[in-house]
């Protein structure tokens, strides 16, 4: 028969432990024996005074600022208004059922309070267990970013004009010790898209997102390991920096973070500028780091048919004539090679080289014997796998964190806070990777104990069955007993 329907029947007195509620298997059960969330109050005990109201405590605070990217929910203010309805949040935290939450302000203040300094030492403590577990390999590493939209609208947007101001004096000058060396004529370049900023969020930059429309946000730089895709650094800036640029400060932290040096640096081709080939060269490093191409369509010759006479300083053409230095473009950091009209016209390969009625154009980059060598660092065979490892690693990373974290909106606005939200979301991340790897590690043990456990057992069984053929012989009545 149906049953009678289910009330609420409010207990005067109840007996209630949180912590039997909570299962053994609990993922903040696991976080709590790999974290120690104590080394909060020693880093931030100096940012307190000794009178005044007592502050809620540091490491409850740590606590909810983890769960805030843990669990993917969208602000402070909504993290404390789930708080009371969630067992294990309570638990986690150290609160019981009756005991008052703290405000989402309280958590407000303490970030901006501490700094990003503390939240480097949980990511670097969350580091260093995963090399000691054997995580991370160090010496391969894949650098990328990724954009990160600001908590700002697009329509407030205004020109920064300090930072054109001084653009503009730098072209300036530029243009006037360029004009006593040659008087090429120079492609006009577009403005760069960072030079907009917003009232409402004054750090944030205008770049150009992936889709072709308009961004005004944040990058995060990272290096993921090759080995278990741990992030092992991660940098953030403006959106409008140059991925390029950013890569050796990156590389730095990678090895300042794990304590061991880079071999191979493996990215995509934004950042294979003459700079960075250079930098890797200097350090010896075997770069995965392809350039863009220089390859014009069609049949054409291209620049890397041609041969580089150091000594001469000409370039050698496949039908073996020069090209003469013609000019420098010192902001390009390249040199032009050009062929007279003459020698074109009466060349028998002209079709299969060039279109122009003036001669053929090369270009060769200041650094084009860096860019030689990193080409020919790894084998195609190499390359085409680490690029493959790079779609897991890096790109992987970076979907994971937008997926599950909240990674591609800012929560909050400026520099400093959205380069905690990046710090925060990586250690979330790497503490998931270790929660795994120790599951691994458990269930690995168990399996080698039974499989330890069975082998003694066949042993054992082994050595009766040996002692047990004597005994048959000479004592029957004891085998049978």
């Not at 880093?43 to 307190?48: A, G, L, P, R």
């Not at 944030?204 to 946000?217: I, Q």
């Not at 992030?231 to 890569?247: C, G, H, I, Y």
């Not at 154009?361 to 020919?376: M, N, Y």
């Amino acid at each position: 028969m149906m049953g009678p329907v289910k009330q609420l029947q409010p207990k005067l007195f109840r007996t209630f432990n949180i912590q039997q509620r909570i299962p053994t298997d609990h993922p903040l059960r696991e976080i709590l024996r790999l974290i120690d969330f104590g080394f909060v109050r020693r880093e931030v005990v100096d940012c307190y005074g000794s009178v005044g109201n007592p502050s809620v405590d540091p490491i409850v605070l740590m606590k909810l600022m983890f769960l805030l990217y843990y669990e993917n929910v969208r602000s402070e203010r909504a993290l404390m208004a789930q708080m009371p309805l969630r067992l294990d949040w309570l638990w986690f935290c150290g609160y019981d059922l009756d005991d008052e939450v703290p405000d989402h302000s309280a958590i407000s203040r303490a970030r901006a309070l501490w700094g990003v300094e503390v939240f480097e030492e949980l990511f670097g403590r969350i580091l260093t267990q995963c090399v000691a577990t054997g995580l991370v390999d160090g010496a391969i590493v894949h650098v990328d970013a990724s954009l990160i939209a600001a908590d700002a609208s697009l329509d407030r947007l205004q020109p920064a004009l300090r930072k054109v101001g001084h653009d503009l004096y730098e072209t300036l000058d530029e243009a006037a010790a360029e004009s006593t060396e040659d008087t090429a004529p120079r492609e006009d370049e577009p403005p760069s898209p960072g030079l907009t900023t917003s009232a409402t969020d004054r750090d944030a930059r205008l770049t150009r997102s992936a889709k072709g429309g308009p961004l005004l946000g944040y990058k995060d730089h990272r290096a993921i390991d090759d080995r278990c895709g741990i992030v092992t650094a991660t940098v953030t800036t403006d959106a409008s920096m140059p991925e390029a640029q950013m890569l050796e400060e990156v590389l730095n932290r990678h090895e300042e973070n794990v304590g061991c040096e880079v071999r191979t640096p493996v990215t995509d081709k934004g950042y294979g500028t003459g700079e960075n080939y250079r930098m890797l060269h200097e350090r010896n490093m075997k770069p995965c780091v392809p350039h863009p191409s220089q390859n014009q369509a069609g049949k054409k010759f291209h620049a890397e048919d041609f041969a580089y006479d150091g000594e001469r300083d000409v370039m050698i053409c496949p039908a073996g004539q020069e090209l003469k230095r013609w000019n420098h473009e010192a902001k390009r950091k390249r040199t032009r090679y050009r062929a007279s009209k003459e020698r074109c016209d009466s060349c028998p390969l002209k079709s299969k080289c060039t279109d122009s009625k003036i001669g053929r154009l090369v270009s060769r980059h200041d650094d084009q014997e860096h860019i030689d060598w990193a080409d020919g660092c790894l084998s195609k065979g190499e390359r085409k796998r680490l690029m493959e490892r790079r779609k897991s690693n890096a790109e992987g990373s970076f979907a994971d964190a937008a997926n599950n974290h909240g990674y591609k909106r800012a929560r909050w606005r400026g520099l400093e806070r959205v380069t905690i939200q990046n710090v925060m979301i990586a250690t979330v991340q790497n503490v998931r990777k270790l929660m795994k790897s120790a599951r691994r590690g458990g269930a690995a043990a168990a399996k080698a104990i039974f499989s330890g456990l069975r082998r003694l057992r066949a042993g054992i069984s082994s050595t009766l069955e040996w002692i047990s053929g004597p005994l048959r012989f000479f004592a029957p009545h004891l085998v049978r007993s």
